[in-house]
């Protein structure tokens, strides 16, 4: 019955869902190694942002490169200084709520001249990209604390930020980039606000910490290991369906001998 399954074209139907139920099965396991590595890095920003707030020249050092980020962000720290406005820039293409605008990235000189990167939150696409009176910084001293950020940098593709002038825009919260501009030695880090004495406005609107979710890994696994199973109930019942569909037919043993004779 099933010395059809020997034909070149089933043999190549055989590998070819042999091949398909691999894929399937390692896409699934894919899935929830992602998730695992969802939940491993939620759990070590959770770790670091139930340390105590700390002064960022205790948590850094002017002197550390940018890749220190990678080491203390999502930790809490303050910082006491006084804004420079005249050096502040817009980070474009910053969406809030699905509506699109720009990070307001603001130094703020600390007392021994060292200069913290404070994102002060988001503002609304404008078609001039300029900043109202509304979203000044306050004058004067003033303590901020957030979380600490790690520089960003471009990746293989995206804009990139021309080096000798001065931009009014960036692509990216670039530290390195932002140098370049800005009188003072930067830390290697930036710092994304969450509160301010004194207060400031309604504007910039305070970005919110990233939402700490597994993401839709789990589900997506399981449904990789639906379709496996599907796979190896159902290829097997098409077999048993062609099969039958070429077996000889079967004579029953009550037909009498004239019948056949006939």
């Not at 509506?99 to 404070?118: K, Y």
């Not at 589900?219 to 098409?238: C, E, H, N, R, S």
């Amino acid at each position: 019955m099933y010395d059809f399954a020997k034909e070149p074209k089933w043999i190549l139907s055989h590998l070819f869902v042999l091949v398909l139920v691999v894929a399937m099965i390692l896409a699934g396991f894919w899935q929830l190694d992602r998730r695992q590595e969802k939940k491993d890095r939620n759990a070590l920003i959770t770790e670091r942002q139930e340390e105590p707030v700390a002064p960022v020249e205790d948590i850094v050092s002017v002197d550390d490169p940018t890749s220190v980020g990678a080491d203390v962000r999502d930790r809490p720290a303050t910082a006491t200084g006084a804004y420079d406005q005249a050096a502040q820039v817009l980070v474009r293409n910053r969406s809030y709520d699905e509506a699109p605008g720009s990070w307001v990235l603001t130094p703020l000189v600390l007392e021994d001249g060292s200069v913290l990167v404070v994102n002060r939150g988001w503002v609304p696409v404008t078609g001039e990209q300029v900043l109202g009176p509304e979203a000044a910084p306050p004058d004067g001293p003033v303590e901020v604390t957030g979380l600490l950020e790690a520089s960003q940098t471009r990746g293989s593709f995206g804009p990139t930020d021309p080096s000798g002038e001065v931009l009014d825009t960036l692509s990216r919260v670039d530290i390195d980039r932002y140098q370049e501009q800005v009188d003072g030695d930067l830390y290697p880090v930036w710092l994304q606000l969450e509160t301010q004495d004194p207060a400031q406005g309604d504007r910039p609107t305070p970005v919110q910490p990233t939402e700490l979710d597994e993401g839709p890994h789990l589900g997506y696994a399981v449904q990789w290991f639906i379709f496996t199973t599907i796979a190896l109930i159902g290829y097997p019942l098409i077999l048993r369906r062609r099969a039958r569909q070429g077996a000889p037919e079967q004579i029953p043993d009550h037909v009498p001998d004239d019948v056949l004779e006939s």
